[in-house]
Nanobody, 123 residues
Framework: QLQFVESGGGLVQPGGSLRLSCAAS????????IGWFRQVPGKEREGVSC????????NYVDSVKGRFTISRDNAKNTVYLQMNSLKPEDTAVYYC????????????????WGQGTQVTVSS
């Protein structure tokens, strides 16, 4: 059984922070690139950030640059997304996904997906 478990979502006021975690079960993340994606009802799922194997390459969508930080801890088989200065437009269900070995811009390239965690930014 291969799966991700996302956690850390919740309700936060604008300007607040959340740290999302993506823990892998059934496989190790060492040789995988991990991406974070988000989706709101009626909208297409979009890529937020990705970190490659060993963390050699990292990218972010323009709207979160300077506010979000992706990182990985292979010893814990977990990838994190630190989200600061949150805005209402960040409200979405956030998903993590993996592929070998480098990041991709295409959702279809990712093989394993988590079930998502809700992030709501509201005053």
């Amino acid at each position: 059984q291969l799966q991700f478990v996302e956690s850390g979502g919740g309700l936060v006021q604008p300007g607040g922070s959340l740290r999302l975690s993506c823990a892998a079960s059934g496989f190790t993340l060492d040789y995988y690139a991990i991406g974070w994606f988000r989706q709101v009802p009626g909208k297409e799922r979009e890529g937020v950030s990705c970190i490659s194997m060993y963390g050699g390459s990292i990218n972010y969508v323009d709207s979160v640059k300077g506010r979000f930080t992706i990182s990985r801890d292979n010893a814990k088989n977990t990838v994190y997304l630190q989200m600061n200065s949150l805005k209402p437009e960040d409200t979405a269900v956030y998903y993590c996904a993996s592929r070998r070995y480098l990041c991709s811009d295409y959702l279809s390239d990712y093989d394993y997906w988590g079930q998502g965690t809700q992030v709501t930014v509201s005053s």
